[in-house]
């Protein structure tokens, strides 16, 4: 066994318009690479895989700049509902909640529901009572919404009110964030979060909580961590669909990335896109979405990060 690390995160396949402002693209490329060396740091001294991944996500939750966490897109009532998922590639294990309001790091709390081992996936006032009995605070609403998802979910709002407008949760960009690992014994951890679609039904869970749309982890195989419209990720399960090209067609990360692109694209043609590490420790990413932030450390390498 290669006895190297690998990192990999992405905050969210879509248009992002910020790729044409170059002081908001330098902003997304500094925040990729500042997590991805805070993960690296951890991942150096020997941390587990499941502990970078679970870091990195959560401080992309905290970075305005995405659809996660604070800098959520709110909802059809105009609030805040997260989802957010993590996967254990060493034994299976999976924690996840969906539709959670006022808590700042989503991912935190599906740690906590991976450790308590009870539940694999726990959502809405069950998923905040579970947060209190961990100590776990609610936040105030303000506290995660910023200026710039208030005043776009108002564009939304008014967009939907024309007759001939495009429906605009179909075009806007889906910002999720997103983290995959593999730690110095080869163990593998798979990390996503969002705030889903803007303007988005109330109560509406994503593919970002759900094991095998929006992560997967097996040690056997690889971790994936998949972003974009989640009702076409959940159709085709993207992130299992990536793992089982690794596990049952024996390819790697940058083979079976393009197999679940593939299929993403012809059997729904699906907009959204994946990062992926193998056992092996190498990285992909792909989309069929306009962008993707994402950035890299392969085999304890630099860091490279791409819009
Ligand atoms: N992929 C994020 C969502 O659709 O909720």
Redesign the pocket.
């Known amino acids: 066994m290669d006895a190297s690390y690998s990192l990999m995160v992405h905050g ?1 396949a879509g248009v992002l318009a910020a790729a044409d402002d170059p002081e908001r693209a330098r902003r997304y490329l500094d925040s990729l690479h500042r997590v991805l060396e805070a993960g690296r740091l951890i991942l150096l001294q020997g941390g587990a895989s499941l502990d970078a991944a679970e870091h990195c996500v959560a401080l992309l939750e905290d970075d305005p700049l995405f659809n996660a966490g604070r800098g959520s897109v709110l909802n059809e009532d105009g609030e805040i509902e997260m ?1 957010a998922g993590l996967m254990d590639g060493r034994t299976l294990a999976a924690g996840a909640v969906g539709a959670v309001p006022r808590i700042a790091n989503p991912i935190r709390l599906a740690r906590r529901v991976l450790d308590a081992g009870d539940a694999v996936l726990l959502v809405g006032p069950g998923a905040l009572r579970f947060a209190a009995e961990c100590g776990i605070p609610e936040v105030a609403r303000d506290d995660l919404v910023t200026f710039e998802r208030q005043q776009e979910w108002t564009r939304v709002r008014g967009r939907k009110a024309g007759p001939s407008s495009p429906d605009p949760s179909r075009i806007e960009s ?1 910002g ?1 964030v997103g983290a995959v690992a593999r730690d110095l014994q080869g163990r593998l951890a798979a990390a996503t979060s ?1 705030g ?2 803007v303007n ?1 039904p109330a109560g509406r869970v ?3 909580p759900l094991i095998g749309a ?1 992560l997967y982890a097996d040690d056997a195989s690889c971790a994936v961590s ?6 076409e ?1 959940m159709r085709v399960l993207l992130a299992a669909t990536i793992a089982n090209a690794v596990a049952y067609r024996d390819l790697d990360a940058p083979a079976a990335m393009d197999f679940g692109v593939q299929i993403l694209r012809n059997r729904v043609s699906g907009r ?1 896109g994946a990062i992926c590490v193998d056992r092996q420790g190498r990285c992909a990413a792909g989309h069929t979405t306009p962008r993707m932030p994402h950035g890299w450390i392969e085999r304890g390498g630099e860091v490279h990060c791409r819009l």
């Open positions: 969210g989802d889906s999720t969002t889903g679609r988005k994503g593919d970002s929006g998949a972003t974009g419209h989640g009702e990720l959204g």
